[in-house]
């Protein structure tokens, strides 16, 4: 079996920062992609951004700028820094893995979410 694990989530002000953290364990041979994406109430869940096992991004047209995806292959762990937060931001970020649970076999996991609020 493999879990994700999110942190970092909470509250902040319009034009603040947070990071989040999502920890792979369990089960694991080798991770593919790592990326998050987010789902506001009432609306679809979409990508925020992703990361390959060799550092390619890739991200939505909306953070562009101001979020940075990062990944620590020795620790299994995938960052997001968030910049210049705005109230459309909020939302609950997933983190999201394609995990070789052993070789050639693929798996899709995903995080519990984590909760992000941008108010003032």
């Known amino acids: 079996q493999v879990q994700l694990v999110e942190s970092g989530g909470g509250l902040v002000q319009p034009g603040g920062s947070l990071t989040l953290s999502c920890t792979a364990s369990?089960?694991?041979?080798?991770?593919?992609?790592m990326g998050w994406y987010r789902q506001a109430p009432g609306k679809q869940r979409e990508l925020v951004a992703k990361?390959?096992?060799?550092?390619?991004?890739n991200y939505a047209d909306s953070t562009k700028g101001r979020f940075t995806i990062s990944r620590d292959n020795v620790k299994n762990t995938v960052y997001l820094q968030m910049n210049s937060l705005k109230p459309e931001d909020t939302a609950v970020y997933y983190c999201n893995a394609l995990v070789f649970v052993v070789a050639g076999v693929l798996q899709n996991h995903w995080g519990q979410g984590t909760q992000v609020t941008v108010s003032s």
């Open positions: 990361i390959s096992s060799v550092g390619s991004t």
């Open positions: 369990g089960t694991i041979f080798s991770i593919d992609v």
